[in-house]
């Protein structure tokens, strides 16, 4: 669930939580594990995904465009 969702705001759902999702999905593919897999239920997640910096792929292992257009989410 983008942040965008889990904070309300006035905006409220927009086009950045589809983008959002693109990213993790993409980060996804590539690695075969989830971001954040190491929560512990929907409340440790939802905290995961507003406290902690957004998911990056490793930049040795795929290629500088790439890692750039997942970075721009």
Known sequence: MAPEKIKI???GY????????????L???CTGIHPYINAKGPFDLSSMILLNESPQLNPSKYSQEF??????W
Not at 67 to 72: A, P
Request: charged share 25%; proline share 0%.
């Open 9 to 11: 705001t006035e905006k």
């Open 67 to 72: 890692c750039f257009f997942v970075d721009l």
């Open 14 to 25: 927009t086009i950045k939580s589809d983008i959002w999702s693109l990213g993790i999905t």
């Open 27 to 29: 980060i996804e593919i």
